[in-house]
């Protein structure tokens, strides 16, 4: 029943393609494409590999996804191998299972199945897959997204396979992403004895007030898409890890902003500079914006995408935008609808990463209706 999609996740999990690593996992896919006739262009860049295939012309769906995967993590903590796919009482266990090999599997092998029953069909099918989502991002999607709107590329409709779902399949889709910003602040005090504080400036002291009203700070309120933006401080250190008896000259604080798209990067940034104005902080600062919020109204596609899922699951998906960020946010820009639907997002990272061999099936069927939908 599930042998087609089963065989081929076994396969890709068996590959330990280590992000940006791909070791072999796109020319499996490849290799079935070109069977589809399929145009096929590798665009691999530095240590990252890459490919772009699509058949057919007209309207038009790119199926968007990444062959690499996080490391293993505590591998004593595993149930089993982690590169080695298995299976036990219905589910498959390995790295990469759910994030996100099992999803485009279930891709391929959808449009395998409705490229065999319909080899003339209207509209065209395209695939975007890349070894460098979970790293640095640089050289995959990004890069061929680049390229592909130099020569005019649009997609009518994108769907991401990365793993969306909550505690059943079916309950989530993400038509949109918060936006991330990284902030690296340092905090100038003046070093001295903890004895003679009158001849020193303790930057810890200087900056605790700042630090309550950074972390409680409002900057929306959010809407029916986007929760409020969010200010979450990760690190904190005085650099002082020899003695207790020295009040530290500086206080390096590294905060993330995930925000909403109702405020920019130029106000957040505007925000958060009046507040180290307010009490009146020496110091320096720099910004890492990985990613601008994006969201896609749902419309046709995500129409589609819904009554899909709720043919093969029964169950009326909500919209959210919630959790980290996604190549969707490389290619939102040339699709008129993106939106992402994959499987069960509870065990991705995680040791014991695993998925429902029912799921997988459904999935896989998922992706099928939506084929027949947009092109018969």
Same mark, same amino acid.
């Given at each position: 029943?599930?042998?087609?999609?089963?065989?081929?996740?076994?396969?890709?999990?068996?590959?330990?393609?280590?992000?940006?690593?791909?070791?072999?996992?796109?020319?499996?896919?490849?290799?079935?494409?070109?069977?589809?006739?399929?145009?096929?262009?590798?665009?691999?860049?530095?240590?990252?590999?890459?490919?772009?295939?699509?058949?057919?012309?007209?309207?038009?769906?790119?199926?968007?996804?990444?062959?690499?995967?996080?490391?293993?993590?505590?591998?004593?903590?595993?149930?089993?191998?982690?590169?080695?796919?298995?299976?036990?009482?219905?589910?498959?266990?390995?790295?990469?299972?759910?994030?996100?090999?099992?999803?485009? +599997?279930?891709?391929?092998?959808?449009?395998?199945?409705?490229?065999?029953?319909?080899?003339?069909?209207?509209?065209?099918?395209?695939?975007?897959?890349?070894?460098?989502?979970?790293?640095?991002?640089?050289?995959?999607?990004?890069?061929?997204?680049?390229?592909?709107?130099?020569?005019?590329?649009?997609?009518?409709?994108?769907?991401?396979?990365?793993?969306?779902?909550?505690?059943?399949?079916?309950?989530?889709?993400?038509?949109?992403?918060?936006?991330?910003?990284?902030?690296?602040?340092?905090?100038?005090?003046?070093?001295?004895?903890? +004895?003679?504080?009158?001849?020193?400036?303790?930057?810890?002291?200087?900056? +605790?007030?700042?630090?309550?009203?950074?972390?409680?700070?409002?900057?929306?309120?959010?809407?029916?898409?986007f929760d409020p933006t969010i200010i979450q401080i990760s690190k904190i250190f005085s650099g002082n890890n020899y003695t207790?008896?020295?009040?530290?000259?500086?206080?390096?604080?590294?905060?993330?902003?995930?925000?909403?798209?109702?405020?920019?990067?130029?106000?957040?940034?505007?925000?958060?500079?009046?507040?180290?104005?307010?009490?009146?902080?020496?110091?320096?600062?720099?910004?890492?914006?990985?990613?601008?919020?994006?969201?896609?109204?749902?419309?046709?596609?995500?129409?589609?995408?819904?009554?899909?899922?709720?043919?093969?699951?029964?169950?009326?998906?909500?919209?959210?935008?919630?959790?980290?960020?996604?190549?969707?946010?490389?290619?939102?820009?040339?699709?008129?609808?993106?939106?992402?639907?994959?499987?069960?997002?509870?065990?991705?990272?995680?040791?014991?990463?695993?998925?429902?061999?029912?799921?997988?099936?459904?999935?896989?069927?998922?992706?099928?209706?939506?084929?027949?939908?947009?092109?018969?």
């Amino acid at each position: 029943m599930y042998t087609e999609v089963l065989n081929l996740t076994k396969k890709l999990i068996d590959i330990p393609s280590i992000s940006p690593k791909d070791l072999g996992c796109q020319e499996i896919l490849i290799k079935r494409l070109k069977l589809l006739d399929f145009n096929i262009e590798r665009m691999n860049f530095k240590n990252t590999n890459n490919f772009w295939a699509w058949r057919g012309y007209g309207k038009t769906i790119t199926f968007l996804g990444h062959t690499d995967v996080v490391p293993e993590g505590d591998i004593f903590s595993w149930k089993t191998p982690p590169f080695i796919s298995t299976i036990s009482n219905g589910i498959l266990y390995g790295r990469g299972s759910v994030d996100m090999k099992g999803s485009i +599997a279930a891709m391929l092998v959808a449009v395998e199945n409705f490229i065999k029953n319909n080899p003339n069909h209207k509209g065209r099918i395209s695939f975007l897959i890349t070894s460098d989502e979970e790293s640095t991002g640089k050289y995959g999607t990004k890069k061929v997204v680049s390229i592909l709107e130099k020569r005019g590329e649009k997609f009518n409709y994108c769907l991401i396979g990365e793993p969306t779902c909550e505690n059943i399949l079916g309950d989530c889709i993400k038509n949109g992403r918060r936006g991330s910003l990284s902030v690296d602040l340092t905090i100038y005090g003046v070093q001295g004895h903890v +004895a003679y504080p009158n001849l020193a400036s303790n930057p810890i002291h200087l900056s +605790a007030p700042f630090l309550v009203e950074l972390s409680n700070l409002s900057l929306d309120k959010g809407n029916n898409f986007f929760d409020p933006t969010i200010i979450q401080i990760s690190k904190i250190f005085s650099g002082n890890n020899y003695t207790t008896n020295m009040i530290p000259g500086e206080l390096k604080v590294f905060f993330n902003i995930r925000f909403s798209s109702l405020i920019t990067k130029k106000m957040i940034i505007n925000s958060i500079k009046c507040l180290l104005n307010k009490y009146s902080i020496r110091y320096s600062i720099s910004w890492i914006c990985h990613a601008k919020p994006f969201i896609s109204l749902p419309s046709t596609f995500c129409n589609i995408l819904s009554n899909c899922i709720y043919e093969c699951t029964h169950i009326i998906p909500t919209f959210k935008t919630n959790g980290g960020t996604s190549d969707g946010r490389f290619i939102f820009h040339l699709s008129d609808e993106t939106a992402e639907f994959g499987l069960l997002n509870s065990t991705i990272h995680k040791v014991n990463e695993c998925v429902n061999l029912i799921d997988l099936l459904k999935l896989k069927n998922i992706y099928f209706n939506i084929l027949n939908k947009l092109f018969l």
